[in-house]
């Protein structure tokens, strides 16, 4: 018998186990939203907890395993790569956490934390370079040379390019082998190109007192295909960048080793008068036991760290005093007063070097604003406390020197050229603070007084016997290096015998 009542409570039934089911269902679902969303917390809450009891500056780590390369890259490879900077900064402070080039890194902003980081150079942290780069340099170049013996290394390194041997000995040749190229500029030249060559010939001649000629100019050859490998991505087969810088390696440490062999044997035959250099005073050095290999590595690295840089910097000046016409007029005014004095084949001497107050304050802008050095990578070997932060042992920081040198705060109208600031009021106190274009500790730059004869001696020859003007627009980029995309052509005119 069906009662229609009980047809109805079975349908009720029905619908209420069918409205159960639909429950069950949803409140499963919703649990297992519930559980995902609370473990995305928990998951958050964990990183947010191992960050704060790491203590790492605040920051973004971008994506996976590129993090934020492309972003760095891409605004290095335009003329004003400051906002990458400029908005982490105002975002999360002046240090900052990143991940670039393969790694997370603490990226300073900060002129006291950059100068912790380069003082404590050997003690907290360690310089660190990819192996990609260790294999074109040598292992044993003073870049890559740790303890005791980068400390006495870098002590000769430093006495090699003191300002008496630069008086004494290697100034005479600087003038002289300047103006020998200066001699042969006439019409279009590629500024770039002629400031590396001048500076390599300085450097051979310096290193291992070898004039100019055409071993030095092969060798430069393959020291142009060398220095691209740094740039490179390091995939080593014969028809890459990098393969190719690998044989230019063993190509120019074959040359080197040519050289260091022979000044062994001169020295067995004449001892006592061998050339005042450093490839002398590595051997010297080396009576203890510096192997041919050894001097060779250290040699090349030399090479690498000395010509580059001076020959861009000195392209970069002549750029920004072309783009400057006052401070153009107001150097040429103070080397035409020297050579007023002098007669016209007289080399310059070291109290006219000591004469060039206002192409100091050129030299000091320059490096200031183009930071060729853009700053240095370095590896925490212990936790470093620092700034209320903590930077995990084996993590990477890169002192920015960069962002110190146009950090609007500390120079007024930080982003334009201005010879004039070092004039009137020289950049406050503490020096290797504020102002680093040659880094500082226990690695600074053993060539940064010979940088800047170099350069001063170049200019005055430059503006004493030339007049010249862009031959088309070039710009600025600043990956993978600090340069002019066109190498800045210019037309120059000689006004008289350099
Ligand atoms: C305008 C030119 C130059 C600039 C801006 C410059 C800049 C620098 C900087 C910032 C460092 C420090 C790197 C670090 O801390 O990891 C350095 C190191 C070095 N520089 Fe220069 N440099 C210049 C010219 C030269 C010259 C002419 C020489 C040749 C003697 C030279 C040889 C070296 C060497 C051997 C090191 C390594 C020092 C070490 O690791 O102990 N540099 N340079
Ligand atoms: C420069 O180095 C030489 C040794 O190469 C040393 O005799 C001289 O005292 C040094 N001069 C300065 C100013 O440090
Ligand atoms: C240029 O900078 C150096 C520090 O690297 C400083 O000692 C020197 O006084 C500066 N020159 C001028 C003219 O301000």
């Not at 009720?12 to 559980?35: A, D, P, T, W, Y």
């Not at 050997?122 to 780069?133: M, N, Q, T, V, W």
């Not at 002019?484 to 120059?492: F, H, M």
Request: hydrophobic content about 40%; glycine content about 6%; aromatic content about 10%.
């Amino acid at each position: 018998m069906k009662c229609p009542i009980h047809l109805s409570a079975l349908a009720f039934s029905c619908k209420i186990s069918n409205l159960h089911l639909k429950k069950e269902k949803i409140q499963k679902r919703g649990k297992m939203v519930l559980f995902l969303l609370m473990i995305a917390c928990l998951c958050i809450y964990l990183l947010y907890l191992q960050r704060r009891k790491q203590g790492l500056p605040p920051g973004n780590l971008g994506l996976p395993f590129i993090g934020e390369t492309l972003q760095l890259v891409s605004a290095y490879k335009t003329d004003n790569p400051e906002p990458f900077i400029d908005a982490r900064v105002r975002r999360y402070g002046s240090l900052f956490t990143t991940h670039v080039f393969g790694e997370p890194t603490v990226f300073s902003t900060d002129p006291e934390a950059n100068r912790f980081v380069l003082q404590n150079e050997g003690k907290l942290f360690e310089s660190s370079y990819p192996s990609s780069i260790s294999n074109l340099l040598g292992r044993h170049s003073l870049l890559l040379m740790k303890g005791n013996l980068h400390k006495r290394m870098h002590s000769l390194t430093m006495s090699f390019a003191n300002s008496s041997i630069i008086r004494d000995h290697l100034l005479v040749d600087i003038d002289r082998l300047v103006r020998f190229n200066l001699q042969r500029w006439d019409g279009l030249i590629l500024l770039q190109d002629e400031t590396k060559k001048i500076t390599f010939e300085l450097t051979v001649k310096q290193l291992m007192s070898f004039d100019p000629g055409e071993w030095t100019e092969s060798l430069r050859k393959e020291y142009l295909l060398l220095i691209e490998g740094f740039f490179s991505v390091p995939i080593p087969f014969f028809f890459t960048t990098y393969g190719r810088a690998l044989q230019a390696r063993t190509k120019v440490a074959a040359a080197l080793r040519e050289r260091v062999r022979e000044r062994k044997e001169r020295r067995k035959e004449r001892k006592g008068e061998e050339e005042k250099d450093m490839l002398g005073a590595l051997l010297d050095e080396g009576e203890g036991g510096f192997s041919e290999e050894e001097a060779v590595d250290f040699l090349l690295a030399l090479l690498v760290a000395g010509y580059e840089t001076t020959s861009t910097i000195m392209t970069l000046a002549v750029k920004f005093l072309t783009e400057t016409p006052s401070a153009l007029a107001l150097l040429k005014e103070e080397h035409e007063g020297i050579r007023a004095k002098k007669k016209e084949s007289d080399a310059l001497d070291w109290s006219d070097y000591k004469s060039m107050p206002f192409t100091q304050c050129v030299i000091n802008e320059t490096l200031r604003v183009a930071n060729i050095i853009s700053g240095v990578f370095r590896r925490a070997v212990s936790d470093v406390h620092i700034k209320g932060y903590t930077i995990p042992k084996g993590w990477k920081v890169f002192a920015s020197f960069r962002a110190v040198h146009l950090d609007q705060d500390l120079y007024k109208d930080a982003r334009t050229f201005n010879p004039w600031r070092w004039q009137n009021n020289p950049p406050p106190s503490s020096p290797g603070n504020i102002y680093t274009p040659f880094g500082g500790g226990p690695r600074l730059c053993p060539g940064y007084e010979l940088a800047r004869v170099e350069i001063s001696v170049f200019l005055h020859h430059l503006v004493t016997g030339f007049s010249w003007f862009p031959a088309e627009k070039d710009r600025l980029v600043f990956f993978p290096t600090t340069r002019t995309l066109k190498r800045y052509p210019i037309q120059v005119r000689r006004r008289k015998m350099p």
